[in-house]
């Protein structure tokens, strides 16, 4: 879906990964596959519309809801959610559906942003940048009680990876709440090695199940340029596989979700193919 923010292109994000080979590049790893296709978007014939700084609120429910339920009933059957999106406001229905399985759900958040606004703090009223906070519990009632419950996970229960577009309202809350963020400059100063032990080290004895969110901008716009919110200086194309790497040999990772691909802003798909070969990391897939 594209209806968390105002550029176009995001939702066929999914084909564009389908298209980059994989569902077969996990089969090759030995995995069984289950396609379950695309989830219908609800889409308003008269045009979006806002409410109280929250644009397409009614469509960004109503996908949420549909997603929650088909990642509940997915995951009541066992096996291993990988979500393709789409921009991120899907998570608020991805781990609304997830998050009711697990008792102390981790969640790592890869991206170049934080996604901690609200409403009250947004500065462009696009629920792609808010659904961190509502899965924190912060928010409009109608997207943090989707699924029945708040919050989804706890404060201490949360990683960032990759930050570097943070904003002013997001800044408070994590200083606030204590939110665990390795930014750019922890990357660049302990090297993505150190960060991903930190990380996984953090989470181990916390959590029942960890959840990766990966935001394809969370890389550098020169090796990821099709993402609709890129910010210079990001995660390298190899930072990039070192932290799947890492995350596989952890074995800890429970459900993933790679969004905000979008293939009308990329460059000869580039950016799905790296998503492409960034879930085979995380699945296993080794050098030799
Ligand atoms: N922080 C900005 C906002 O809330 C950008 C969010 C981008 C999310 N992918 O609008």
Known sequence: MDLGQVRRGVDMGPSAMRYAGLIEGIKELGFDVVDYGDITI???SNGSKQEQNLKNLQEVIKTSEELCRDLDQILSKGGFPLVLGGDHSMSIGSIAGIS???KNL???????????????????????????????????PLLTEIGGYSPKVKRENIVIIGARSI???ERELIKQ???KVFTMHE?????MTAVMEEAISYLKDRTDGVHLSLDLDALDPVDAPGVGTPVLGG??????????EMLAESGMITSAEFVEVNPILDNKNQTADIAVELVAS???KKLI
């Open 42 to 44: 609800h889409r308003s």
């Open 177 to 179: 709440e204590g939110i």
């Open 235 to 244: 995660v390298t194309y190899r930072e990039s596989h070192l932290a799947m």
């Open 187 to 191: 990357i660049d100063r302990k090297g």
């Open 282 to 284: 995380l699945l296993g």
């Open 106 to 140: 981790g969640v790592i958040w890869y991206d170049a942003h934080t996604d901690l606004n609200t409403a009250d703090t947004s500065p462009s009223g696009n629920i792609h940048g808010m659904p961190l906070a509502i899965n924190l519990g912060l928010g409009h």
């Open 100 to 102: 009711k399985h697990y």
């Open 167 to 169: 904003d002013e309202g």
